[in-house]
Structure formats: C-alpha cells, structure tokens
C-alpha cells in the first residue's frame, strides 16, 4: 500500500509517497497547479507504485485541493481529507524539531492518514459541485459590497455629515442618490461617490441573481433543512456546499466536531470539565449562529431550552447548547433530504 501526501497550494501542489510504514520511497514532487497536474502526478506515481494500491492524502485546504481531488478520483483513485490540525500533530511527531516545509508538510499528511484509517473520503457530488461555486462567488460579492458600502459611508459622513441606510436594498439607495444630486459639493467628490453608488448598484444586482439561483438549486435538494427555522436558502447552500453528502457524517456527533460546536474534555484533578472548541470550519459554525440568533427570537422550544440553561450556563453558554442541539436537527433533515437524491454521486469504491 502506497499513500501519497499532498500539500496544496495556490500555484503548485507538493506530494511525498510513502510506504505502509511510512518510509518514503522517493523524492518529493513539486508540480505546478495546471492543466497537467493529473496527468504529471499519474505518471509520476506509477513509476513508484508499480501496481500497488495507492490513497492519496490531501490537507484539508479545498479551495486549492478541489480540481486535484476530483481529477484523482474520477480517475478511479481513492482521495481523503487530513485535517490541518492532525497534519501539525504528525509534522511533531515525525520531523526533526522545529522542521517546516512544503516536503515535511506533505510527509505529515501521509503519515496522518496511516495512522487515522477513518478520515473523510472524498466525494464528488455534480449538482453541490455547481452550488459551491454560487456559494462561494456569492460570498466574493458580498465582501466587495462591504468594502465599497464602508468606504462611502466614510465619505458621505466626511462630505454631506450624513451616514446612509442600509443600501443593500433599494429605498437606501434611492435616498443616497438623491442626496448626492441635490447637495452642493466638488465635481469631483460626486464623481468618486455616483462611481460608488453604481458600483453597490451592480453588487446589489448580481449578488440578488446569485441567489435566486442559490434558490432554485437548493430547494429540491433541501426541502426537510428548509423548514428548519432560521435556515435560509443561503444558509442551506453553505451547509450543503461545505457538508456535501451527509452520510460521511455517520453520526451528528461526528458532525457538530467538524462544525466546532462539540466542546472539547479538559480533565484535571479528577474534574470534568470541558471548554469552547475554537477550531471546526467557520464557515458552518457562522451559519449555526446566526440560525440561534434568529431561532432565539422566533422560536419557541429555543426560546425555552434558552431559559433553561442561562441561569447555569449564562447567555453564551446557552447559546453553544442551542447551537450543539441545531446540529442533531441539521443532521436529521440533512439525512432525509439525502435519501430523497435521485442523482448519481462519484465516490471510490474500494476493490473486492
């Protein structure tokens, strides 16, 4: 058995192979993120395998990873994900101290995913492949529209003394414009601040088109996650862009791990005790939060687990069991919806 050991970067992909003992078998590869990066690692590979199975292990950095994951494994490869953290953990254990390169780094991951047989396979899912590129581009826009809202803001303020409504919809965006047309200022103020306000204009449009798309894709693969208070149709296409099929998740426990939302054990002295997990994806964890946010105000049965546990936890700590329970019921629907799929899901099936 043969493991590969990738670390994944923007412009070129590092790859280290290892026996099942560890032991590399050769040099490591650099290769450039193109076209040909499939192409350059298969034969690469086949040189070292010669035959003998091969898993590739790829840090868990999928903005950068995704074209190579999916490109090995529809070439019938099996793929899996090591979390940073583990790659970190290994990279301690196994390089010499203080060691750190792309080459140790990819060692790492291979060494992590020998000795954790139960990482996350990678799956290729057509239909959440295409919301996650809506997701993420939607996420783009935003940003920019922020960036570009906060800096007139600042002018206007400066400028006209007035601080605009919220112009991600239209009666903000109307009341700043005719405010900049009928208040005396340099040509060349109002030229910068109708340049901004078209800008937010378009922002506003294609981000409004990205997600009425959002809307029609996620609806019939999330109707059961749709009912859950607090979930958007937004909120359902990052939770299904970042989860992809949930029945790699055998469990909402392993699943509320990979959100952050399951406390961490610090035991002392004989002392149960357990503390805020800082890590998981943000992305997910961001989502929880804002469906406890508007759960807490619409919702009875979290409105009343809220009161339960507030006197004992306080306002936070009610709020991280609020957001622990939304996982079992994320998980729920997530696994309803998922056997409603009628369409096909790539994924490695092991050899017999």
Do not use: C
Not at 240 to 259: M, Q
């Amino acid at each position: 058995m043969v493991t590969v050991g990738i670390d994944p970067h923007k412009h070129v992909h590092v790859a280290v192979a290892v026996d099942a003992n560890g032991r590399r078998l050769t040099r490591p590869l650099t290769v450039k993120n193109d076209a040909n990066l499939i192409g350059v690692l298969l034969k690469w590979i086949r040189t070292i395998a010669d035959g003998t199975p091969v898993t590739w292990a790829i840090e868990d950095g999928r903005g950068f990873a995704r074209r190579l994951a999916d490109g090995l494994l529809l070439t019938g490869h099996e793929v899996v994900w090591v979390p940073t953290r583990l790659m970190a953990a290994h990279r301690k254990l196994h390089a010499a101290a203080g060691s750190k390169s792309d080459p140790v780094d990819a060692a790492a991951v291979a060494h992590a995913a020998i000795a954790t047989p139960g990482l996350d396979r990678h799956r290729i899912d057509d239909r959440v492949r295409e919301l996650r590129v809506l997701v993420d581009s939607r996420a783009d826009l935003v940003r920019r529209r922020t960036m570009v809202i906060n800096q007139i803001k600042a002018y206007t303020h400066l400028w006209l003394d007035h601080t605009p409504g919220d112009l991600t919809r239209r009666p903000g965006m109307t009341s700043l414009t005719a405010l900049v047309d009928t208040t005396d200022m340099g040509g060349h103020v109002r030229r910068v601040l109708i340049e901004m306000i078209t800008d937010i204009d378009g922002l506003n449009k294609r981000v409004r088109g990205l997600e009425t798309t959002i809307r029609e894709l996620v609806t019939p693969l999330a109707p059961t996650l749709l009912e859950i208070t607090g979930i958007s149709h937004v909120s359902a296409a990052v939770l299904l862009a970042e989860i992809g099929d949930i029945t790699r998740f055998t469990s909402s426990a392993k699943l509320a791990r990979y959100t952050g939302t399951a406390p961490i054990p610090v035991y002392s002295s004989d002392k149960e005790r357990y503390r805020l997990h800082r890590g998981g994806n943000r992305r997910l964890n961001s989502v929880l939060y804002t469906t406890s946010i508007v759960q807490q105000r619409f919702h009875e049965g979290a409105r009343a687990l809220l009161a339960r546990h507030e006197p004992t936890k306080g306002a936070r700590g009610a709020r991280r069991i609020l957001k622990r329970h939304l996982i079992d019921v994320i998980h729920r629907a997530m696994t309803q919806d998922r056997a409603t799929w009628q369409h096909h899901i790539t994924q490695h099936q092991h050899a017999t």
